[in-house]
């Protein structure tokens, strides 16, 4: 994956170009069809997605909750609390997408404490509703 691709994404926008080329390389960058499930509700986490192009719906429980467009993040949750999917997400349009896999995303969570400040925040506040 190209590191001046990370710039444009909110998530590593503040991180220097070195920074972003070690994360680079411990991601891979994937097309996906419109109509693909990116996860699924019930499922065990073991990728997270940062979207770059397309969009995508967040369903829970078949009931639609979220839609996420470039810059968003999904799979998180799962990978942090170590808990099944909350969600499903299906792609509604064309995408291109980062994936990292769980060891990578830990990895990066280790060494960009910025970065994982603000999944730690995400996670915080999407886990809210389900406790609430």
């Known amino acids: 994956m190209d590191e001046s691709r990370l710039a444009s994404l909110e998530l590593f926008s503040s991180l220097s170009k070195r920074e972003r080329s070690e994360i680079a390389n411990r991601a891979d960058e994937i097309d996906v069809t419109e109509g693909t499930h990116l996860v699924r509700q019930g499922e065990f986490a073991y990728e997270f997605f940062v ?13 639609h909750v979220a839609d996420l467009g470039p ?4 799979g998180e949750i799962g990978i942090v609390t170590q808990a099944p999917r909350n969600a499903s997400v299906i792609a509604r ?16 969570a280790r060494a960009f404490p910025t970065v994982a400040e603000q999944i730690r925040e995400a996670v915080r506040e999407r886990c809210e509703p389900l406790v609430a």
């Open 71 to 74: 810059g968003d993040f999904l």
């Open 51 to 63: 979207i770059e192009e397309g969009s995508a719906e967040v369903l829970r429980g078949g009931e």
């Open 93 to 108: 349009s064309p995408m291109r997408v980062l994936v990292m896999s769980e060891q990578d995303f830990r990895g990066v």
